[in-house]
């Protein structure tokens, strides 16, 4: 991720189950830091949790593993040109209109009403980081993640860390 910031490439092929930074929050630094930069995310995964946070996060197309090498170049020649690729699974999951792109059925489950940076702080609760590592890798200070853990206890009826973790892992918000 430092090295596309530095270098501000046209196109940044991410994986999505990448070591040490959340992947979705590589796409956010990205392209908050290089807004030319234009994002592909390549995934085994095609939750609708993850397809949700690739678009928040401005990603310019989602494919997934199980396609063919030729697909992954059309993604990245398509996105090149300035346009939008999405794998067919994902497609068939998304509504494209004058607003972008978004999910064809919210959700209207307990996580659906966490924030992107809530769900940040979940995702590296369930990884098992202390509060001052999140603050750390977040660039936030130690009250702030406090904050959002507080919220994220209020929000989801959850009372303390370790069950925050175990409803991450058990709804799939835990992985990237």
Sequence with gaps: MAIAVREKPHIVLIDIDMPGLLAFDAVRTIRTRSPNTRVVVLSGFFHD???????AAEASGYI???????????????VAA?????????????????NGAR???????????????????LRYIARGLSKKDIAGIMHLSVKTVDNHSTS???????HDRVELARYAIREGLAEP
Excluded: C, H, W
């Design 82 to 98: 300035g346009g939008v690729y999405f794998s067919p699974e994902v497609q068939a999951r998304i509504v494209v209109d004058s």
């Design 152 to 158: 994220l206890m209020t929000k989801l009826n959850i």
């Design 49 to 55: 949790r993850y397809i949700e946070d690739a678009l």
């Design 103 to 121: 999910l064809a059925a919210a959700g209207t489950t307990r996580a659906s009403t966490l924030t992107a940076r809530e769900l940040e702080v």
């Design 64 to 78: 997934t593993k199980g396609e063919p090498a030729d697909a992954v170049v059309k993604a990245v020649r398509t």
